[in-house]
């Protein structure tokens, strides 16, 4: 089956600069890796996804980074803001029937 | 977007009793929905998926019989904790795609369930 690990496992940054975080997958045929933001307690939210027939996909501070022939994706935060501090998730898997496997998580936490 | 309700939000019970937790899809239908467990500082760790009309596919490790999954209509997936112990205190959440041509392989997530056992 799939496995995807995930790095670093902790992430401080200070308020305003960029923040990365790298995962790798093992599954050749997974084409869907998706990000997901979760807070203490709460289900995880979708912050930015990706398929395997796009290098790279923006949305305003967040972008994300895939690069099939060595199996990584990263998830790349710019202009990191307090409330960015939350625990982020990777995730990769194929579409229909599959479920998704998460990576182990980062806990980012942005310092003011 | 998709919406997925997840109940009961937690649940607290005393060890030998059972639980059952509900998921539904509100707005769309789900063929197939999947469960995920999480502990503490923990990763979301598949159990099992849950398939409308046919036995659940359970994940190693995963006890069939103390984990029951009925997956009866297209909107709703019940996970049942039978015979509950200290060692199941955890977050449950389900999830699943929508069914069909939309499938985009977005998966919506409920609420969660945070399950305490005495």
């Known amino acids: 089956g799939e496995n995807v690990e995930q790095h670093p496992s902790t992430l401080s940054v200070q308020e305003g600069d960029s923040a990365v975080i790298k995962c790798t997958y093992s599954?050749?045929?997974?084409?869907?890796f998706p990000w997901y933001k979760q807070e203490l307690g709460k289900r995880p939210q979708l912050i930015i996804d990706i398929r395997s027939n796009v290098g790279e996909k923006k949305d305003q501070r967040i972008a994300v980074t895939l690069n099939k022939t060595a199996k990584h994706f990263s998830l790349h935060i710019t202009e990191t803001q307090p409330e960015d501090s939350a625990v982020y998730f990777c995730a990769a898997s194929g579409t229909g029937r599959r479920a998704l496997t998460f990576g182990s998580g980062t806990r980012l936490q942005v310092q003011p | 977007g998709a919406v997925v309700s997840q109940h009961p939000s937690w649940v607290i019970c005393k060890s030998g009793t059972s639980v059952k937790i509900e998921c539904r899809s509100l707005?769309?239908?789900?063929?197939?929905m999947f469960w995920y467990r999480q502990f503490p500082k923990q990763s979301l760790m598949l159990m099992a998926t849950s398939n409308e009309g046919s036995k659940a596919t359970y994940e190693q490790g995963v006890e069939k019989d103390k984990f029951l999954i009925n997956h009866a209509s297209l909107t709703l997936s019940t996970l049942t904790v039978t015979s509950a112990h200290p060692e199941d205190s955890s977050f449950y959440i389900c999830?699943?795609?929508?069914?069909?041509?939309?499938?985009?392989?977005?998966?919506?997530f409920g609420e969660g369930s945070r399950l305490t056992v005495l």
């Open positions: 599954d050749s045929a997974s084409n869907y």
């Open positions: 999830s699943a795609r929508i069914a069909g041509g939309q499938n985009t392989g977005e998966l919506f």
């Open positions: 707005d769309f239908q789900a063929t197939t």
